[in-house]
């Protein structure tokens, strides 16, 4: 049911599919009855009862155009409700919010980091990487840049590659006992992610471990105490983490991934330096990508802001993953395009420099995006994939332990989970289908699904990825334990446009089995 949000104030009603609603009765009774003074118009009975009236229906009207879908040009795309999926006697949010690290992008901009430090009035700086990269040049230009400013730091190169809350703990300990006044992540998301937990906890050092962790699973308590600055310098093209406040881990106990997210502890800056991307290796370039991929389609697809609920009591409540908005829209769509056009150049051939420079900057992008609007299922069920991981091993990864890369868990329930959420917003499914290279000049809507499903699928065929989750080891009897490590996932799987029960999720895991 639509609502003119021209209608005079006071006595509009709902209009049909395309319709628009009238004002009822003149501007000036209505002025008249807002008002509530003791004047009378000619043709009112009792003025108390009429001004009681007119802000019974302002009052109504104004929660309905709360519900009401954003008309601005930048997100006209409607989106349909789910039958039953309502608030819960709640009103939803009426605002977004943007929350970004401050950016710095250029070849060699790595060398400006103790300058920067020295800036901040930085002294005691850690500095946080893991061993692979440890004697890489990444992050010996980080240190030579350190030493040539004269800032004291600390190494702590015992980051893990799909980091658990057991190293997050670690590394928050060596945080905790080195009083650090600033720190410095240099590597993937991991290490990004690590970092700004040890920065959180060693900032509030009497919190508990699960104080900040997202609900169900921690308390998730907003981070009200002040953080030391960050300083990330991404090595891969892919979390984007440089620029959210979002720090991704596994929880052994339940054998799910989970985090902390608040905008309290993104990174202060991100240097984003194209330099870096010279050493990923073909795989790593590849499930970064897919990463990038999916947080562009999932936070331009997500629930549109104004129809999340509840409404938060106060600013800092409202969450980090807020549902798609005007602005993140623009980051998702741009990010998108970049993937089409560079993706597969930059798996293919290391030397190119314009391919994977510009997967460096989509990564960035597809963060401002995701980091603000948030991600929906193929992030929800990933996190169980990784977590369960039996024997699977990635090529191009230098780890001691079973291991599904996180852009590879992501983007394999992609083409099911498209297929599912396209009835809510078709426009913009086909939209993303024909920006990855679809041809939709003649596509009908409800075929949005299906025809963003066949693209999603060619795309990865390209790139030889593994079929389905069955050649990561998974079978159908996998699929109850896959189920079960969704459920808590509610941050982003409520973000879905389409609520989902664990019939749905059954069905969708199932038809991630096998791709092609």
Not at 51 to 70: F, G
Not at 351 to 372: K, P, Q
Request: with cysteine.
């Amino acid at each position: 049911m639509a609502w003119s949000r021209r209608a005079a104030v006071g006595g509009a009603r709902p209009s049909g599919a395309g319709g628009r609603a009238r004002p009822r009765g003149r501007r000036g009774s209505q002025r008249h009855g807002l008002a509530g003074g003791g004047g009378r118009g000619p043709e009112e009975g009792n003025g108390a009862a009429m001004a009681a009236a007119a802000r019974a229906r302002v009052a109504h009207l104004l929660r309905q155009l709360q519900r009401a879908a954003c008309q601005c040009p930048s997100h006209s795309h409607t989106y349909s409700q789910a039958p039953g999926f309502s608030p819960s006697g709640k009103t939803t949010d009426y605002a977004f919010e943007m929350a970004v690290s401050n950016i710095r992008y250029g070849a060699g901009v790595t060398k400006e980091v103790g300058m920067d430090l020295q800036n901040m009035g930085a002294t005691n700086v850690c500095l946080m990487t893991d061993k692979n990269l440890s004697q890489l040049p990444p992050v010996q230009t980080v240190m030579d840049s350190l030493v040539k400013n004269g800032i004291n730091f600390k190494v702590y190169d015992n980051v893990r590659v799909e980091p658990t809350q057991r190293s997050f703990m670690e590394a928050i300990e060596f945080a905790k006992k080195g009083a650090f006044d600033a720190y410095v992540a240099v590597g993937g998301g991991s290490t990004m992610d690590t970092c700004k937990a040890a920065n959180l906890y060693a900032s509030s050092p009497h919190s508990e471990f699960l104080d900040y962790v997202s609900a169900p699973i921690g308390k998730g308590k907003p981070v009200t105490v002040p953080l030391k600055p960050l300083i990330a310098v991404p090595t891969t093209s892919g979390t984007g983490s440089e620029t959210t406040g979002v720090a991704v881990f596994d929880y052994e106990h339940l054998k799910v991934k989970t985090g902390i997210a608040s905008r309290a502890i993104k990174p202060t800056l991100g240097l984003i330096d194209p330099l870096h991307t010279r050493h990923m290796p073909d795989g790593v370039v590849a499930n970064s990508g897919f990463d990038v991929l999916c947080h562009a389609l999932e936070s331009y697809t997500a629930l549109p802001y104004h129809m999340r609920s509840p409404c938060p009591s106060s600013p800092i409540a409202r969450p980090a993953y807020q549902g798609s908005n005007p602005i993140s829209d623009i980051w998702a769509v741009h990010a998108l395009r970049i993937v089409a056009k560079y993706l597969k150049r930059a798996v293919r051939n290391p030397d190119d420099v314009e391919a994977r420079s510009n997967m460096h900057l989509a990564s960035a992008f597809a963060g401002i995006g995701f980091g603000n609007a948030g991600v929906h299922l193929c992030h929800g069920m990933s996190y169980p994939i990784s977590g369960l991981v039996k024997t699977y091993r990635a090529k191009d990864y230098n780890v001691d332990h079973p291991l599904v890369p996180h852009g590879l868990s992501v983007v394999l329930t992609s083409p099911a989970v498209f297929t599912f959420t396209a009835q809510m917003s078709p426009e913009r499914h086909l939209e993303t289908a024909g920006i990855l290279g679809a041809d939709i000049r003649t596509a009908r809507t409800p075929d949005a699904g299906p025809i963003l499903a066949d693209t999603l699928r060619k795309f990865l065929f390209d790139l030889d990825v593994d079929d389905g989750l069955a050649a990561l080891g998974y079978s159908k009897a996998d699929i109850p334990a896959l189920v079960k490590g969704t459920l808590p996932q509610e941050r982003v799987t409520k973000l879905a446009p389409r609520p989902q029960s664990e019939e749905d999720l059954s069905a969708l895991f199932e038809a991630s089995m096998k791709l092609y």
